[in-house]
């Protein structure tokens, strides 16, 4: 079956230290890959997405993620976190037409001022 | 823009009352979805709609039923609602035009007692 893999629930950073929130998939193919992020209270908002090509992706806010096709992964990364950056990030990807995405159970980050 | 909207922001509901979502998008999106979220398990999608007229089973669609009579609307209903189905409650659109982003509303908190 599909799926996506969040292995970390909880992260908790210092502000300015460097951000890496893990991900992983499984399908038979390469999917396209998201991250979405999602403050309290709110619906979510697309950091990024991978579909082909270069294989680091730069979104918005300073985050970036890397895709690595031998190791399934899509690590989302920021070099340097901002106390605004705490919220709840989600990995998803979509195999096929009709747009359907299969999202991870979520990371929550917390930074520390 | 407005976006996504949902109505009602909130509603608490006994075991075995009906009520209907209503999710409204003025993007001229061709997709929507119903997805609910609960903790640690991230989102999961009810339903969906490739287009006015079309609705499509997703991951967990048991107790719910959708419509979607026009282009802008899509609506989901619960005919006798369950404490199973307390959640948060998103509905998002897209289309290929806008490179598969997802346009999430701000959600709906559902409490069934």
């Known amino acids: 079956a599909q799926s996506v893999t969040q292995p970390d629930i909880h992260i908790t950073v210092s502000e300015g230290a460097s951000l890496e929130l893990r991900c992983n998939y499984s399908?038979?193919?390469?999917?396209?890959l998201f991250w979405y992020v999602q403050s309290p209270g709110q619906g979510l908002q697309l950091l990024l997405k991978?579909?082909?090509?270069?294989?680091l992706v730069q979104g918005i806010k300073g985050f970036e993620a890397e895709f690595k096709r031998s190791q399934s992964s899509f690590n989302l990364r920021k070099p340097s976190v901002h106390w605004s950056d705490a919220a709840e990030y989600f990995c998803?990807?979509?195999?096929?037409?009709?747009?359907?995405?299969?999202f991870g159970t979520g990371t929550q980050l917390k930074v520390e001022l | 823009n407005a976006g996504v909207t949902q109505t009602p922001k909130f509603r608490v509901l006994k075991t075995g009352q009906s009520m209907t979502l209503l999710c409204a998008q003025d993007?001229?999106?061709?997709?929507m979805y119903w997805y609910r979220q609960d903790p640690g398990m991230g989102l999961r999608l009810i339903h969906y709609?490739?287009?006015?007229?079309?609705?499509a089973k997703g991951e967990v669609p048991d107790g719910y039923n959708v419509s979607r009579l026009k282009k802008q609307n899509f609506l989901l209903g619960l005919e006798s609602a369950a404490p199973s189905q307390t959640s948060v409650y998103f509905c998002?659109?897209?289309?290929?035009?806008?490179?598969?982003?997802?346009?999430f509303g701000s959600g709906t908190q559902l409490s069934v007692l």
């Open positions: 998002a659109s897209s289309s290929p035009r806008d490179g598969e982003k997802l346009f």
């Open positions: 399908y038979g193919a390469t999917p396209y």
């Open positions: 709609s490739v287009g006015e007229g079309t609705t």
């Open positions: 991978y579909f082909s090509g270069d294989t």
């Open positions: 993007m001229n999106h061709e997709y």
């Open positions: 998803a990807a979509e195999a096929g037409g009709g747009n359907k995405l299969t």
